[in-house]
């Protein structure tokens, strides 16, 4: 072990993902094994800024393994964008002694440890906190699981009134940029049709294959729509719809914020606690300025810069499996 860490700052930042807690526990309890203080810090960037650490040991991540959110709390920090925020952070580090920091996030995450990284010569781990699962250099993203999981559980009840009233649903899930979500709880929840960020299936295609349907007296009753489908929102795709179709009868369901709440799912667990484990490792050995992830379920480092720039995209076998499934 070398003797350079010895103390090592945790941190969450960005939008909460189920699963952040069982990271920092794994970070605590691993630090702890290899007699290293840990050091938590309150809303994020925004309290490394303002000096907001706590001493943690084993016992304060007792039972936080089930827990959703993120028991250090996050904060956006426009601050740290700044050359003088990132030196009032550098200050508070080196009034605590901290030897490496460990942040958990997504590309604003990533985005402000690379800044901060080229400035300063502290190291900095960082671990994938976000549902959305867009982050390069892992397959998956703490908290996705989970999300997938919140998503396809409203579906199947809404499915349940929507059969029995004969109406078609469209359900809004979270994804802005990537359709991840989208993709994985269009199959999950056998739904007849998917919007996603990332193709060109429109309204043209969905208002001809509800014709067919309606032809071939199938029961079409579900359609998810990712939050940032270029097609428009789950609203507009329903309205186009009912003007162009009138004898559907169609709804709009938003599922938002739900899906970043809940006890995190076996997989997340894992996953968090793998990854705090490995970051924990990753200082003692001397590693610098990486972002971890799992790639085919073995433990993946990219550079700060990469796991920003790089674009990961969606498997095409998936979303074929996804089209085809939905006939």
């Known amino acids: 072990m070398s003797s350079e860490i010895n103390r090592i700052a945790v941190l969450t930042s960005g939008g909460d993902a189920p699963g952040m807690n069982a990271a920092i526990r794994a970070v605590v309890r691993t630090a702890s094994h290899f007699d290293l203080h840990v050091y938590g810090v309150f809303e994020g960037y925004k309290g490394l800024i303002e000096g907001n650490f706590k001493r943690l040991e084993s016992r304060d991540v007792a039972n936080t393994i089930l827990r959703g959110g993120t028991i250090l709390k996050t904060a956006r920090c426009e601050e740290f964008k700044t050359e ?28 402000g440890a690379k800044y901060f990284t080229e400035e300063y010569d502290i190291p900095f781990i960082g671990l994938p906190g976000t549902i959305d699962n867009d982050i390069y250099g892992t397959d998956f ?24 009233h004969n109406r078609l649903f469209f359900i ?6 990537a359709g991840f979500i989208a993709l994985e709880t269009g199959i999950a929840s056998g739904a007849a049709a998917t919007f996603l960020p990332e193709t060109d299936w429109g309204i043209d295609e969905l208002l001809k294959m509800l014709r067919n349907a309606a032809i071939r007296k199938k029961l079409f009753n579900i359609v998810v729509v990712a939050e940032g489908n270029k097609n428009g929102d789950a609203h507009t795709l329903a309205k186009l719809v009912h003007e162009n179709l009138t004898n559907y009868e169609t709804r709009v369901t938003t599922i938002g914020h739900l899906q970043r709440g809940g006890s995190p799912s076996a997989a997340d667990r894992v996953l968090a606690s793998r990854l705090g484990f ?17 790639v085919h379920n073995k433990l993946n480092r990219e550079s700060f810069n990469n796991a920003i720039t790089k674009k990961k995209s969606l498997d095409n076998r998936m979303v074929e499996i996804l089209n085809i499934l939905a006939m």
């Open 141 to 164: 993203t703490i908290g996705f699981d989970t999300s997938i999981n919140t998503a396809v559980e409203a579906i199947d009840k809404i499915r349940d009134t929507a059969s029995s």
């Open 84 to 111: 003088e925020g990132r030196k009032k952070a550098y200050d508070s580090l080196m009034a605590y002694d901290i030897d490496g920091v460990i942040v958990i996030g997504g590309n604003g995450t990533y985005t």
């Open 172 to 177: 809004e899930v979270m994804g802005r940029h």
């Open 278 to 294: 490995e970051a924990v490792n990753a200082l003692i050995d001397g590693i610098e300025n990486k972002a971890l992830g799992l």
